[in-house]
């Protein structure tokens, strides 16, 4: 369970001349107190969403087991209908065909005008923008369009990329560990149809595991949600193979747009569900909660379904460690992205969780409608597809998110923030920042954790993203983000050329997903997959490592000198166990000292997780005598004690 503390401030009570003040005037006054600060706060309405329910405790067995790096699919084959689906009445331009070109080019005329005006003083930067480390080509491009980028880093880095319809798997310098295409991958899965869409990958932190999902079918006879959880922490080994069925409650309906989540002990998707006509319609949200510990033992898998009425449910992440056993989600209103909602899943499926109706929370700055972005060439835009929530993380009692939005009828990104009150949902608080620029256009962003401020633990971020303009090819580039503001932009990748159809009619948006996630243990290391117009005309994936910027350094928490919770002390039966809390995900060396200091003993490249970790060794090599045992980390010697061996 995170730790939440209260922080109310001082109240300082001056000397009243109202003689004693007895204990119902001062139940009235913290009453009011606590009705002012709500009220004071403009903070969330409870909404009446009598459509979110939840469903009966379900399970589906493993199907099969699958070795990604030697799965094999020698047709690799590509079969996709180029119309998309709409979202629902209200989402803005997600199919992007509904703003006339005539519409859109006065729009670019009224950016011109106003660019350098009164808009251009919302732009505050924090400084320079990210450092561009390690990058390579990513996925190998096999013609489908969009390219739906997702990635999932490790501790060591590791790492899986995802794109419709290929996995892959590197290290940190880009060398590969393995590939295959979706279709490969879940092919041992009996009655699925071959085309499979729209692949999500996530690192859980607390196991050190991968999990691969994707969508197969467009039709709620054949609809369902593909998961493979990894066995080990080797992103190109064995997974454990699940099918959920993509129309849970039986009423003709099919799945699309999977976002995935991970909390202690649970795992999340969420999805979208059309109709089956000719042109699908929106009808709801679910959400999947899942026992993690089912899948990657490989037994049944136990979960249970969620409807709800809003599109594009987000579920939120922890960052730097994983929360529980409650879950968060976030989203916008169809039509008005202003509007935002805050959902909690309140526990776990053993404990009987159930998804409660959500708070309702107006944004500001408001968010604006997304437009189409240019490229060069004014008869080649990209629609930027609807301003749902794209991608979040939780840390330090926050939720971070981004959105894409508009100023001013240019393409913008919208960094959100909600700060959840330990009051309850109701008295939480969402903000926000638009994030433009004058000489590119950017969208479909993503975030990533990038370090804490000292004080208040203030969160920091790197937002990805795409951009092109009237002179530059679609590329992929990013920013940092602090108390302070936006950073300047980096380019990650350059366009080499226009990003063009490969068949008459193709969808030549740029995907409904960018990815970014920071590296687990690694302060400030953040790895982004998103795409770029290569010197063909395709959109392909690039993988760049990014660190803070060279002003900007993580805190990191100083070595405590304690000692050592040791037992038995002295020790008995040759065997001396200790525990010590671990404040950081990381490595760390075990090491044994006598008296004067010699190092007796050194066991190293423990990967630690953050909790209380417990290290026990036979002694019966040691003389009697006084021993130091060190827990030692990059920064040096972090917990120590003492124990005595007779």
Not at 91 to 96: A, K
């Amino acid at each position: 369970m995170v730790n939440r503390k209260l922080h109310l401030g001082k109240l300082h009570l001056k000397k009243l001349q109202l003689g004693k003040l007895d204990l119902g005037k001062l139940a009235l006054l913290l009453t009011f107190i606590v009705l002012l600060s709500f009220n004071m706060s403009g903070q969330g309405v409870k909404v009446d969403a009598p459509s979110t329910f939840t469903g009966e405790a379900q399970s589906v067995k493993r199907l099969g087991t699958v070795v990604l790096r030697e799965t094999v699919d020698p047709w690799d084959p590509y079969l996709k209908t180029t119309k998309m689906v709409p979202a629902p009445r209200g989402e803005d331009q997600l199919v992007g065909d509904d703003l006339a070109t005539e519409k859109k080019h006065q729009l670019k005329a009224t950016w011109d005008q106003k660019a350098q005006g009164d808009n251009s003083k919302e732009i505050t930067t924090s400084g320079p923008g990210p450092e561009l480390k390690t990058n390579f080509e990513g996925n190998t491009f096999n013609l489908y369009a969009p390219a739906d980028n997702t990635i999932a880093v490790s501790v060591t880095g590791q790492m899986i990329s995802g794109t419709n319809a290929r996995i892959h798997t590197y290290t940190e310098t880009g060398s590969s560990l393995g590939a295959t295409t979706l279709s490969g991958f879940f092919s041992g899965l009996p009655g699925i149809v071959p085309f499979k869409f729209d692949p999500k990958v996530i690192y859980d932190i607390a196991e050190d595991r991968f999990i691969v999902v994707c969508l197969a079918a467009f039709d709620s006879t054949n609809s369902r949600i593909l998961v493979g959880f990894s066995q080990s922490a080797d992103p190109g080994g064995s997974y454990n193979l699940y099918a959920l069925d993509g129309n849970p409650f039986n009423n003709g309906l099919w799945t699309d747009y999977p976002q995935l989540g991970l909390n202690q002990n649970e795992f999340f998707v969420t999805g979208n569900l059309f109709t089956d006509a000719n042109s699908p319609q929106f009808v709801q949200n679910v959400i999947w909660q899942i026992d993690k510990y089912d899948g990657y033992s490989g037994i049944a898998l136990d979960f249970v379904a969620h409807s709800n009425s809003y599109f594009s449910v987000h579920p939120v992440t922890g960052a730097t460690s994983l929360y529980g056993p409650q879950m968060y989600f976030v989203s916008s209103e169809i039509g008005n992205p202003s509007i935002m909602y805050l959902h909690i899943i309140d526990n776990s499926i053993d404990n009987g969780g159930i998804l409660q109706s959500p708070n309702a929370f107006t944004i500001s700055p408001a968010i604006g409608n997304s437009v189409v972005v240019n490229q060069p060439d004014p008869g080649q835009d990209f629609p930027s597809a609807g301003t749902r929530v794209r991608d979040s993380y939780y840390e330090n009692n926050r939720i971070e998110f981004v959105m894409n939005s508009s100023v001013v009828g240019r393409p913008a990104v919208y960094h959100g923030t909600a700060f959840l009150s330990p009051l309850g949902p109701g008295f939480s608080n969402f903000t926000g920042q638009l994030i433009f620029y004058n000489d590119i256009e950017i969208a479909y962003p993503c975030i990533a954790y990038g370090g804490s401020q000292h004080s208040g633990g203030k969160n920091r971020s790197y937002i990805g993203f795409n951009f092109c303009s009237e002179t530059e090819f679609p590329s992929n580039g990013a920013c940092f983000v602090d108390e302070s503001g936006f950073s300047d932009y980096i380019t990650c990748r350059s366009g080499e050329s226009y990003v063009i159809p490969i068949s008459p009619g193709q969808d030549i948006r740029w995907g409904d997903y960018t990815s970014i996630v920071n590296r687990p243990g690694i302060p400030g290391e953040a790895w982004m997959a998103a795409s770029y117009g290569n010197s063909q005309g395709r959109e392909v994936t690039h993988i760049s490592q990014l660190n803070l910027p060279v002003q900007v350094a993580v805190d990191k928490p100083a070595p405590i000198d304690r000692d050592l919770k040791v037992y038995p002390n002295p020790v008995v039966e040759e065997r001396v166990m200790f525990t010590f809390p671990v404040k950081e995900y990381g490595r760390y060396d075990l090491v044994i000292r006598d008296v004067e200091g010699r190092e007796i003993k050194r066991w190293e490249e423990y990967t630690l997780r953050i909790g209380d970790a417990t290290i026990h060794f036979k002694t019966g090599s040691l003389p009697k005598g006084i021993y130091f045992v060190t827990v030692e980390g990059g920064d040096g010697s972090v917990f120590k004690g003492k124990f005595v061996v007779n």
